[in-house]
């Protein structure tokens, strides 16, 4: 649960898709652009293939739109983690981490492993790997990452 009263997250609505989509472009344009992949259509339409008011959370701090997230669950088991945008401004203060370990904490509860799909040479692959991610394929643009369940954390004290 989360226990820091400056962010939340809530249940995305229709409202948020041209949001989320303009966040990705802000923070997904440079790396994209790096690879030689940045396409502002293709970029919108996997925001709206991706978005889902059932999996995206809308992060927000002081109750303003900070970033989303998107938690869905995989077909062979597990969870799988994306859309998970941050506003610029937000970055490198702890805060992702923070959201990121909230969403672990409730795969953990429930045994579920969590996926996720980075682009190469992104500073986000540090921080997934900082939280337990593994990498388990890439390829020039994607690299993809696994963190095992820890399952649910015992009481101190019992083994």
């Known amino acids: 649960m989360n226990s820091d009263p400056r962010w939340s997250l809530r249940p995305a609505t229709a409202d948020d898709l ?3 989509t303009a966040l990705k472009a802000r923070v997904m344009r440079a790396d994209l652009e790096r690879l030689g992949r ?8 996997r925001v709206r293939k991706s978005f889902s008011i059932r999996h995206t959370s809308v992060l927000l701090v002081d109750g303003a739109f900070a970033g ?7 077909e062979q ?14 970055q490198g203060r702890g805060l992702g981490s923070a959201v990121l370990r909230h ?8 045994g579920d492993p969590v996926r996720l799909v980075v682009l ?4 986000a692959q540090r921080l997934y790997e900082r939280h337990g991610f593994a990498v388990v394929h890439e390829d020039p ?6 963190r095992p369940s820890r399952g649910p954390e015992l009481p101190t004290g019992v083994r």
């Open 18 to 20: 041209e949001p989320v």
């Open 38 to 45: 940045w396409d502002q259509d293709r970029s919108r339409e």
């Open 68 to 74: 989303c997230v998107t938690v869905r669950p995989e």
């Open 77 to 90: 088991g597990g969870r799988h983690l994306e859309l998970f945008y941050l506003a610029p401004h937000l």
């Open 103 to 110: 969403l672990l904490a409730d795969a953990d509860a429930a």
């Open 120 to 123: 190469r040479g992104s500073a």
């Open 141 to 146: 643009v994607d690299v993809v990452m696994l």
